[in-house]
């Protein structure tokens, strides 16, 4: 028996796949994976910008106006417009992230109709009361502060504006920037991003390809014509060596990372798979063993590759007592170095392959997550095509080719780190 996805015949196979559905509308694609058996619809969206577009001494105002958008709109004001989502059990959220504005719902089918307007009326007509104005600034202020307050917000500061000084990537917000935002710049800010244009959507459900068309027709009608600017390119991590900040605790946090690869990379899953047995998978990486297990150094340790204005990075942190701050350090670095010169065992690529290949089906277990995960595909550049041969590509990894990527990425000498607190030993 055959299978049809994405327009495209496939053969019979063995494994994971998912059905995606192509769905196109006034300009606007949306990937759909159809599941009628539970009367739940989930959708995302995504424009290009959020804190990307954030103007100097402006720091969060992307934030601010995503957090705004549940606030009220139309005739509903703050209260009225969580009522309305409560009385229909409808679960809506907007947030801004480094690169990307995002919207989301959640709703049964027959509340479908509701999400999309209350989801329409905070986008075409938030109201941003006064009031709410203040509420959300003073939250969004005592984060700020309280971020500046502890080991692990001070550290991730001084990563961020070290590894790309002068872009956006490397401006955080500060209670300072959040405080100066006027109400003129929040409704600017919205006016630029939410637009007809530009807009990425996903969705699963319990909904077919004709109704999300007639879906996506309604939800964006009243935004202005046109598309956000788009982002700028990441710049290469800059190789700042190690910034150290002073904050009295009795701990001191690491942030440490270096460049990645481009998701285009055909080494993608290979260096996965290295990173995965170097510095994820908890309590079987290497890094986990090596740091908490045999050495008692910290509670948790790991690293992870991101994907940040189109480009991957590798990030990690680790806490530790003070005093032992040189140690875990070097011993970072040592694994690090173990890795880029001789690779894993045959055994550490076979159990992360296995690990990663069994994954994924549980990524796809509701339609939130779901449409979450689609919506991440269509934003680091994959196709459906791209989602369906994972499993072979996984499956192909041996010790050498995991081991050839492994070298190639990993830089020893160039991992950076930003460490906050009163660290001994570096």
């Given at each position: 028996?055959?299978?049809?996805?994405?327009?495209?015949?496939l053969?019979p196979?063995?494994?994971?796949?998912?059905p995606i559905?192509i769905?196109?509308q006034?300009?606007?694609?949306a990937?759909?994976?159809?599941?009628?058996?539970v009367?739940?619809?989930s959708?995302?969206?995504?424009?290009?910008?959020?804190?990307?577009?954030?103007?100097?001494?402006?720091?969060?105002?992307?934030?601010?106006?995503?957090?705004?958008l549940?606030?009220?709109?139309?005739?509903?004001?703050n209260?009225?417009f969580?009522?309305?989502?409560r009385d229909a059990?409808?679960?809506l959220?907007?947030?801004a992230?480094?690169?990307?504005f995002?919207g989301s719902?959640?709703?049964?089918?027959?509340?479908l109709?509701e999400?999309?307007?209350?989801?329409?009326?905070a986008?075409?007509?938030?109201?941003?009361?006064?009031?709410a104005?203040?509420?959300?600034?003073?939250?969004?202020?005592?984060?700020?502060r309280?971020?500046l307050e502890?080991?692990?917000?001070?550290?991730?500061?001084?990563?961020?504006?070290?590894?790309?000084p002068?872009?956006?990537a490397?401006?955080?917000?500060?209670?300072?920037?959040l405080?100066?935002?006027?109400d003129?710049e929040?409704?600017?800010?919205l006016?630029?991003?939410?637009?007809?244009?530009?807009?990425?959507?996903?969705?699963?459900g319990?909904?077919?390809?004709?109704?999300l068309r007639?879906?996506?027709?309604?939800?964006?009608?009243d935004?202005?014509?046109?598309?956000?600017?788009p982002?700028?390119?990441l710049?290469t991590?800059?190789?700042f060596?190690?910034?150290?900040?002073e904050?009295?605790?009795?701990?001191?946090?690491?942030?440490?990372?270096?460049?990645?690869l481009?998701?285009?990379?055909?080494?993608?899953?290979?260096?996965?798979?290295a990173?995965?047995?170097?510095a994820?998978?908890?309590?079987?990486?290497r890094?986990?063993r090596t740091v908490?297990?045999?050495?008692?150094?910290?509670y948790g340790?790991g690293?992870?590759?991101?994907?940040?204005?189109?480009?991957?990075i590798v990030?990690?942190?680790v806490?530790?007592?003070?005093?032992?701050?040189g140690?875990?350090?070097?011993l970072?670095?040592?694994?690090w170095?173990?890795m880029?010169?001789?690779g894993?065992t045959?055994?550490e690529v076979?159990?992360?392959?296995?690990?990663l290949?069994?994954?994924?089906?549980?990524?796809f277990?509701d339609?939130?997550?779901?449409?979450?995960?689609?919506?991440?595909?269509?934003?680091?550049?994959?196709?459906?095509e791209?989602l369906?041969?994972?499993?072979?590509?996984?499956?192909?990894?041996?010790r050498?080719?995991?081991?050839?990527?492994a070298?190639?990425i990993?830089?020893?000498?160039?991992l950076?780190?930003?460490?906050?607190?009163e660290?001994?030993?570096?």
């Amino acid at each position: 028996m055959s299978e049809t996805l994405f327009g495209v015949t496939l053969p019979p196979r063995r494994g994971f796949s998912v059905p995606i559905q192509i769905v196109e509308q006034g300009g606007v694609t949306a990937w759909l994976v159809e599941d009628h058996s539970v009367p739940v619809v989930s959708l995302a969206w995504a424009w290009p910008g959020g804190a990307a577009n954030d103007p100097v001494g402006r720091e969060g105002l992307a934030n601010f106006a995503a957090a705004m958008l549940s606030e009220g709109a139309g005739d509903l004001d703050n209260v009225g417009f969580a009522d309305a989502m409560r009385d229909a059990g409808i679960g809506l959220s907007f947030s801004a992230n480094r690169d990307s504005f995002d919207g989301s719902f959640r709703a049964l089918s027959d509340a479908l109709p509701e999400a999309v307007r209350l989801a329409k009326l905070a986008m075409a007509r938030p109201r941003l009361d006064a009031s709410a104005i203040t509420r959300v600034r003073a939250r969004a202020v005592l984060g700020a502060r309280q971020a500046l307050e502890t080991p692990a917000g001070i550290a991730r500061r001084a990563f961020w504006e070290a590894a790309y000084p002068g872009f956006p990537a490397g401006r955080l917000p500060t209670p300072e920037s959040l405080t100066a935002i006027t109400d003129a710049e929040i409704r600017a800010c919205l006016a630029a991003q939410l637009r007809q244009g530009g807009v990425m959507v996903a969705a699963s459900g319990a909904i077919n390809a004709a109704a999300l068309r007639a879906l996506m027709s309604e939800l964006f009608a009243d935004l202005p014509a046109g598309a956000p600017a788009p982002t700028p390119p990441l710049p290469t991590l800059a190789a700042f060596g190690t910034v150290r900040r002073e904050k009295a605790a009795p701990q001191s946090t690491l942030m440490f990372g270096q460049d990645g690869l481009m998701p285009a990379d055909p080494g993608w899953e290979g260096f996965q798979v290295a990173l995965r047995i170097l510095a994820g998978g908890g309590f079987t990486s290497r890094l986990m063993r090596t740091v908490r297990e045999e050495r008692g150094l910290t509670y948790g340790i790991g690293a992870g590759l991101d994907v940040l204005f189109g480009r991957g990075i590798v990030i990690g942190n680790v806490a530790t007592e003070n005093a032992k701050v040189g140690e875990v350090w070097g011993l970072v670095r040592a694994a690090w170095a173990e890795m880029a010169a001789g690779g894993p065992t045959a055994e550490e690529v076979s159990e992360a392959v296995a690990f990663l290949a069994g994954s994924l089906p549980l990524q796809f277990t509701d339609s939130r997550r779901t449409a979450s995960l689609l919506l991440g595909l269509r934003q680091t550049g994959r196709s459906p095509e791209w989602l369906a041969g994972r499993p072979a590509r996984l499956a192909a990894l041996d010790r050498a080719a995991v081991t050839a990527v492994a070298q190639r990425i990993l830089r020893p000498d160039g991992l950076v780190l930003a460490v906050a607190g009163e660290p001994q030993g570096l």
